[in-house]
């Protein structure tokens, strides 16, 4: 998984010259396995922001033009072929010591000056292939040129600056995040690094409305598989794209950009780890049921694939049949299309184990059924509900909600275990204060009493999915918060 740092700094307040390495060890040591870190400016050293001021047709060659680029505080001459190229257009311009891809193709090269059928040319205007930037800027004609006409940044801004490239991306290792379905998000790994640092952690206020159920009608025939399932109904939409840093923060962490209504969608989850879907509200018959499919109840896909469904499976359905297999993949029926005006956002739990059945017997692994199958608790719904709305009305103010179900008939339990101070000193080999106990306890969301040796834990509903069940897990709770570093050696306990 990969993890934006400038995203967790929404969450949680790194400080601005925080040690990379030493985070990433922090992690690695006491959380999930950091993999590689990488500066996403630094694969865009030497490139800048360009103004064209002049083009004029190269003298030796029919389909290349001589461009007179402002590349700030002089103007150089750059040999281009691109096809939409126009006088006053902002550029991506590599300079000489850049490291760029010939039409995103082969292995980067370095760009040097050199001379084009006879004409000096001072680097390279760049198409977004060229630079790694296809899937965020995406073109239907490879001669294209990147536009940056709507950025606000002058000629010679680095290209890094200009468009929000100066992040760090940590890679994570997925295997080692298995039984921690906390932090398949980027809010689940600031709440570590806030616990970590002592450092506040940003709450997502919960969502608010009065709005009723209105005409949105839901019902969940297999609570066991449905732990919770809440829908939105919400009108006076349009397909459009979503902002930039919408789309850029999507791009860094390995996922391509659609549209607003998805785009929310995707941003939720890799915000909070909760999948959503919307589905198009024109294409749904009469009201949604979660149930069970019909042996042999067929259900295209929106990747095409059409499946013959089996009684395992978990599908969302209309009062005409399935529309989405749950917990995996939105079916072609319900897809966001060009002409979409209202939309039923779907923000549900669903029981990992079906999910991962279903997910295996078709060879159907995507991003929202990785999460569903890792146990997410139904409590991180109201974060996702939350946080959908916030950008939902951030991107149509005139959005309306027309209706709002939430059905959670069986609220999650919190797990609680009790542990004595004594057995933990005992298996860890180290002595322990209550005090200090339960102070790096609650930086983790644990609620915490002692009566006597006793140490009476609650776990949060972030971890009670079968993550923390048994006091083992307290005491592995209780030595990464003190550090694995800071223990001796000492001959192994029996009892």
């Not at 297999?222 to 902002?243: G, Q």
Request: hydrophobic share 40%.
């Amino acid at each position: 998984m990969k993890v934006s740092l400038n995203w967790i700094r929404d969450y949680v307040q790194l400080p601005a010259d925080a040690d990379l390495k030493k985070l990433a060890y922090d992690l690695t040591m006491s959380t999930v396995e950091v993999e590689d870190a990488t500066d996403l400016g630094a694969s865009f050293h030497d490139m800048v922001v360009g103004v064209i001021n002049t083009i004029e047709q190269h003298p030796n060659a029919d389909k290349l033009k001589v461009c007179k680029t402002d590349i700030g505080g002089r103007v150089e001459d750059i040999v281009c072929g691109g096809s939409n190229l126009r006088e006053g257009m902002k550029v991506a311009v590599a300079l000489p010591g850049a490291m760029c891809k010939w039409h995103g193709e082969g292995d980067l090269v370095e760009i040097k000056k050199s001379k084009l059928r006879g004409v000096d040319s001072y680097g390279m205007i760049c198409g977004a292939v060229e630079i790694g930037l296809a899937d965020l800027f995406p073109t239907k004609e490879e001669a294209h040129i990147l536009d940056l006409s709507d950025f606000d940044a002058p000629a010679g801004t680095p290209l890094a600056d200009a468009l929000d490239l100066n992040d760090i991306i940590l890679e994570i290792d997925n295997k080692s995040m298995t039984n921690r379905p906390d932090l398949w998000g980027h809010y689940g790994i600031a709440r570590e690094l806030a616990a970590l640092y002592g450092l506040p952690l940003k709450p997502i206020a919960p969502y608010r409305s009065d709005v009723g159920q209105g005409s949105l009608t839901v019902t969940v025939e297999d609570t066991e598989r449905c732990p919770r399932y809440v829908a939105a109904s919400i009108e006076n939409l349009y397909v459009k794209p979503s902002t930039y840093q919408m789309q850029s923060r999507i791009w860094k962490v390995g996922m391509r950009p659609i549209n607003a209504l998805v785009d929310v969608t995707n941003y939720v989850m890799l915000a909070t780890g909760q999948p959503t879907h919307a589905f198009d509200s024109d294409h749904i018959a009469g009201h949604i049921i979660v149930r069970r499919a019909a042996e042999g109840e067929k259900l295209l896909l929106l990747n095409g694939k059409e499946l013959p469904l089996s009684t395992d499976d978990l599908v969302i359905a209309d009062d005409a049949g399935a529309v989405g297999l749950a917990g995996v993949m939105g079916g072609a029926k319900d897809s966001i299309l060009p002409e979409t005006s209202r939309v039923i956002l779907e923000v549900a739990n669903f029981d990992a184990k079906g999910i991962r059945r279903t997910a295996l017997r078709y060879d159907n692994r995507t991003e929202a059924s990785a999460r569903y199958e890792k146990a997410i608790d139904p409590e991180r719904c109201d974060q996702a509900l939350a946080m959908s709305m916030e950008l939902f009305g951030q991107l149509y103010p005139e959005m309306k909600v027309t209706g709002l179900s939430d059905l959670y008939p069986q609220h999650l339990k919190q797990a609680e275990i009790d542990v004595t101070l004594s057995w933990l000193e005992r298996r860890l080999g180290k002595s322990l204060t209550p005090d200090d106990v339960k102070k790096k306890m609650e930086l983790l969301g644990y609620q915490v009493s002692f009566e006597g040796d006793n140490m009476h834990v609650v776990v949060p509903t972030w971890r009670s999915t079968g993550d923390v069940s048994i006091k083992a897990d307290i005491m592995e709770e209780v030595a990464r918060m003190y550090g694995y570093e800071n223990f001796e050696a000492a001959p192994i306990t029996t009892s």
